[in-house]
């Protein structure tokens, strides 16, 4: 699935995350990865600018972990850990735009972005998380590795060479 690095001081609450996102598929390294998660809002912030970030928050960290959101982070996961919570997080943050960059779909009344470069920027977003790993940004894209291939050819990516 996914590379998670895990900036978590309190050991156990690393070690149950740790499994709890490897019984999901993910690969947890020592940093970098598609994703960041931290219980420390300035690291999670700093991650947010790299990758999609996640924070740990309990009841007395929401208004940290709010104002950490507003910073470019995508969002928490609840101490304490609630089954499948952290997988979903994690799934749903990898879907996320980068921060700072909005979505390309507009509200009635704004100017609209036009479908093509909205769906560009979105697979160049996919590309970016997958490391430019056409094969697994296709899978997460939910469209083949040729038809990748093509709309990359139509965008002016003139690398030749599918997945």
Avoid at 140 to 163: F, M, V
Wanted: proline residues 7%.
């Amino acid at each position: 699935m996914a590379s998670i690095a895990l900036h978590i001081r309190d050991g156990a609450n690393r070690i149950t995350l740790e499994m709890m996102l490897r019984a999901a598929g993910h690969v947890i390294v020592p940093e970098g990865g598609d994703a960041a998660i931290a219980d420390d809002p300035v690291r999670a912030v700093r991650e947010a600018r790299e990758r999609p970030a996640l924070i740990l928050a309990t009841a007395g960290d929401i208004a940290n972990a709010v104002e950490a959101m507003r910073q470019g982070v995508y969002g928490y996961i609840f101490l304490p850990f609630q089954p499948g919570e952290a997988a979903l997080m994690v799934a749903r943050a990898l879907g996320a735009p980068p921060a700072g960059v909005s979505s390309p779909a507009s509200p009635c009344g704004t100017e609209a972005v036009p479908l093509d470069d909205a769906e560009r920027a979105h697979i160049e977003s996919v590309l970016r998380a997958c490391r430019g790993n056409r094969t697994e940004a296709a899978r997460r894209l939910g469209i083949g590795r040729n038809t990748l291939w093509r709309k990359l050819r139509r965008y002016g990516d003139k690398s030749g060479a599918p997945g």
